[in-house]
């Protein structure tokens, strides 16, 4: 049974920086995508970033130049590194493992920007 555990949200002033880990437990092949969604209040669930098994990357726009994402094969973890954060950044994050068909959810963990 594949199991996704997010680690690292909570709260921050504008302008500070989060890091976001995700530790990814059972069976999976490297042949995957992995990322991090987030759902801000009344808002729907966006794609912040993903990664795949040989490194390739991509952003949502907004995040583009503030947020890194990265992954270890060898420890099947994907973090997500914030930088600059932004009130507008507040939401929960999610993290994401898309293997073939099938898609893997964390709990998500709360990030709260102030202002």
């Known amino acids: 049974q594949v199991q996704l555990v997010e680690s690292g949200g909570g709260l921050v002033q504008a302008g500070g920086s989060l890091r976001l880990s995700c530790a990814v437990s059972g069976s999976i092949f490297r042949s995957n995508v992995m990322g991090w969604y987030r759902q801000a209040p009344g808002k729907q669930c966006d794609l912040v970033a993903d990664i795949t098994g040989g490194g390739t990357t991509n952003y949502a726009d907004y995040v583009k130049g503030r947020f890194t994402i990265s992954r270890d094969n060898s420890k099947n973890t994907v973090d997500l590194q914030m930088n600059n954060l932004k009130p507008e950044d507040t939401a929960v994050y999610y993290c994401?493992?898309?293997?073939?068909?099938?898609?893997?959810w964390g709990q998500g963990t709360q990030v709260f920007v102030s202002s």
């Open positions: 994401w493992l898309a293997v073939a068909t099938r898609n893997y």
